[in-house]
């Protein structure tokens, strides 16, 4: 009797676990195109008329992610470009993988010159911002305006590497290899997947609208499938360490907005405060709580995204 309530149970979970997995290729699978660009094949999907706005996704992204995260933009009457960087669902990873930031941005600049735009909006979420500050630092008539949210930074501002404990290592190491293991965490154990894998602290969560529960809630969820987006999240570090240094910053002339929170568990803030200061035309904004996700004021960080966008377009 024991045997078979286990079976029963063991079965229950795998179908739970194949219908999610399933819908989420299903959701990755649609909505996009390939550009055969003069830089590779690059995945991207466009939403939305209006001024354009090249969206750079984050870690664990691609072009689901960029729209899912911009979609305030899209309402708000500009048109939105989402790519799916290297190695991230069907963009693939380039031969040579030496600084890929910059590579990176030459195949945002590819990607542009096959939609025929000649200049975009820039806006770099979390690790989209070296490949953004690389686009705008080096293609500057390209470029007119820059949004760094959260941004991924190499190092503090006295120049020190972060580096991840030994078990946080082993943590993303491990879930972010596995569909199975990341479905299984999400469902038990929620709160500590928004704290570890969104940087985000649950109990600002909580306190945010029932519509921001649900964004936070869809951002986690939809990192399914892990695995489709594996080689991209292998890359991560090499790109963040290939993000313009102090000196390239400085010769950035396109007007910048950074956004970060106090809280975000990620430690954006003060990288992001210091890459203000260096950027000549930069503005930045902080907010006390709200993680890496900026839960509880998303609404407010987007109306001025919206806003410093069109006083530059």
């Not at 699978?29 to 939403?47: D, L, N, R, W």
């Not at 407010?300 to 006083?311: D, G, K, L, M, Q």
């Amino acid at each position: 009797m024991a045997l078979a309530v286990f079976v029963a149970l063991l079965a229950l979970v795998y179908f739970a676990y194949r219908k999610d997995v399933d819908q989420a290729h299903g959701r990755v699978s649609a909505g996009s195109q390939i550009a055969q660009t003069h830089c590779g094949p690059v995945e991207y999907a466009t939403a939305g008329n209006g001024p354009p706005v090249l969206v750079v996704h984050g870690a664990g992204g691609g072009f689901d992610q960029g729209l899912k995260v911009a979609r305030l933009l899209v309402e708000g009457g500009f048109q939105v470009i989402a790519p799916s960087r290297f190695g991230y669902l069907r963009t693939p990873m380039p031969e040579k993988r030496g600084r890929l930031a910059e590579t990176q941005a030459g195949a945002h600049a590819c990607l542009l010159d096959t939609l025929e735009l000649s200049r975009v909006a820039v806006l770099g979420v979390s690790a989209g911002a070296p490949s953004s500050m690389r686009f705008c630092l080096e293609r500057p008539e390209r470029c007119s305006t820059l949004v760094l949210m959260v941004p991924a930074y190499p190092a503090t501002p006295t120049g020190e590497q972060r580096e991840l404990t030994a078990f946080e290592r082993f943590f993303l190491e491990t879930t972010l290899r596995s569909d199975f293991i990341f479905w299984t965490l999400i469902s038990i154990a929620p709160d500590t997947m928004t704290r570890m894998i969104l940087a985000t602290p649950p109990e600002d969560v909580k306190r945010a609208s029932p519509d921001e529960q649900a964004r936070v809630r869809e951002m986690l969820w939809h990192i399914l499938p892990v695995r489709r987006r594996a080689d991209g999240l292998r890359h991560e570090a090499a790109s963040i360490a290939n993000a313009p240094g102090p000196e390239e910053l400085k010769a950035i002339e396109t007007p910048t907005l950074l956004i970060s929170a106090e809280n975000d568990l990620f430690r954006t803030y003060a990288p992001a405060q210091s890459i203000s200061k260096q950027i000549p035309n930069a503005r930045f904004i902080g907010y006390p709580t709200g993680g890496h996700l900026l839960a509880g004021h998303e609404a407010e960080a987007w109306r001025e995204i919206s806003n410093f966008i069109r006083r530059q377009h």
